[in-house]
């Protein structure tokens, strides 16, 4: 079975919030027959929109092939935070490689965000970026960290957008007794996630880049051209870059093994009275391992995100989600769930992002660990300039070393679900 079409009908989006208030691309032919082209890039969200306008802006001819529509992954569907920096924090990151290559990976990081607000003003797209997202503690226990670790940022990175939240502080904002202090980034977003990735598309069309959807990459044929075979055609290519993220199964082995798809859930109640959930415009991720990430629509209505699941079938997603959201919001017991969905993102075991060079004109970028808003947009840009050989950037994130993932394809989801359920026993008894 294939994650693309485990859960979805072919080239509609899913009954998202998102979807239904956003401007849908005009509709893009599939490819047909022959097509020759400097780049072919697998795959329509964030990395490979981002690529295609950034080698399209260099004079690159440009294809992109997406099974269904552009955006249509995680990059139409995710919770819409843009923060700096990487998933994990900069003390894991220098444990694993280093103070200097850290420093490299938190300036990528930070330029992550950057290119976000930055791609959003220049093409003018209708998704403002809203500044604000809170990191919300759930034992008391963990905010003596969370507050050094703002401290650390300021002293060692030179980043000061954070700010200390005790108790009472987080209650002010976030209308609930479950958290027990945290801090808010200032220098940190939130936007429409779809209408950005449309706006990635349009800006790329507009560079010249073209764009087939209802294109199901089939097959990849590796040389000095690479020949990427759809269903019904064909691109001969200089350069291929694998932008699928979650979505590319086992199409390439090499990616496979150290990126793990796994899926995720949000719903969407009917809008709500001013301050019932939140006092201010700002989102809000907390500290369960399973994380609970919420904020408010332009509407009024809350966008909790919760749950994950390792199959290919989604489950009962309102049942999924609602409980988390209650833990987190009693006062909801009665509110109405007018949206729900579900997407794939894609992990891998350090949680830092998977750059890989298949061949030396096939690239690989995925693995962004819900941190893709930011990265995946980056990581396009990276490859585009990697193309073009300035390649400091994508070399910076291919040498941290990513183990795979243990017992194969066919043992790591049962595995990884098993890992799960003894993180949220731990969340649950607050050990």
């Known amino acids: 079975m294939n994650l693309l079409f485990a859960n979805d009908r072919a080239g509609e989006y899913p009954p998202s919030y998102y979807a239904a208030t956003a401007q849908p691309l005009v509709p893009c032919p599939a490819l047909k027959g022959a097509v020759q082209a400097d780049m072919c890039i697998i795959g329509a969200g964030y990395t490979g929109l981002s690529a295609a306008l950034h080698l399209a802006e260099r004079g690159y001819s440009v ?34 490689v ?61 980043y000061h957008d954070i700010e200390p939240l005790d108790r009472a502080a987080m209650q002010g904002i976030v209308n609930t007794a479950a958290y027990q202090g945290g801090v808010i980034d200032h220098g940190a977003g939130h936007l429409h996630p779809l209408r950005f990735a449309l706006g990635l598309a349009r800006a790329a069309q507009a560079a010249g ?61 009917e809008p709500l009275p001013s301050g019932t959930v939140l006092a201010r415009d700002v989102a809000v991720a907390d500290s369960k391992f399973v994380i609970n990430y919420f904020r408010l629509s332009e509407d009024g209505r809350l966008l909790f995100g919760g749950g994950e699941s390792y199959g290919y079938r989604f489950p009962d997603i309102i049942k999924t989600v609602r409980k988390p959201m209650l833990e987190v919001f009693p006062q909801l017991k009665d509110t109405k769930i007018d949206y729900s969905w579900g997407g794939t993102l894609a992990i891998t075991m350090t949680r830092l992002p998977c750059f890989l060079r298949i061949a030396p004109n096939v690239l690989s970028a995925s693995g962004y660990s819900g941190h893709g808003v930011a990265l995946a947009t980056m990581a396009g840009k990276i490859m585009a300039a990697a193309v073009a050989g300035q390649s400091e950037q994508f070399d910076t994130l291919a040498r941290v070393r990513l183990p795979s993932f243990p017992g194969g394809r066919a043992l790591r989801s049962p595995l990884l679900a098993l890992a799960m359920t ?6 649950r008894l607050g050990v």
């Open 63 to 96: 294809v992109v092939l997406e099974a269904h529509r552009a955006g249509f992954g995680a990059s139409g569907r995710n919770g819409g935070q843009v923060g700096p920096g990487q998933r994990i924090e900069q003390d894991a990151i220098e444990k694993m």
């Open 422 to 427: 003894w993180f949220s026993l731990r969340d």
């Open 98 to 158: 280093g103070r200097d290559e850290a420093r490299k990976l938190w300036d990528i990081g930070l330029e992550a965000r950057d290119l976000v607000r930055d791609l959003i003003a220049r093409h003018d797209m209708d998704c403002p970026f809203k500044p604000g997202v809170i990191h919300a503690d759930w034992a008391a226990r963990d905010v003596p960290h969370a507050h050094a670790y703002a401290e650390k940022l300021a002293r060692d990175y030179d």
């Open 209 to 269: 880049a073209q764009i087939f959807e209802g294109s199901l990459v089939v097959d990849i044929q590796q040389g000095a051209k690479v020949k990427v075979q759809t269903k019904s055609g064909h691109v001969m290519a200089d350069h291929v870059l694998l932008a699928a993220n979650g979505y590319l199964g086992g199409l390439v082995p090499q990616v496979a093994a150290k990126v793990m798809p796994i899926n995720n859930f949000i719903i969407a109640t």
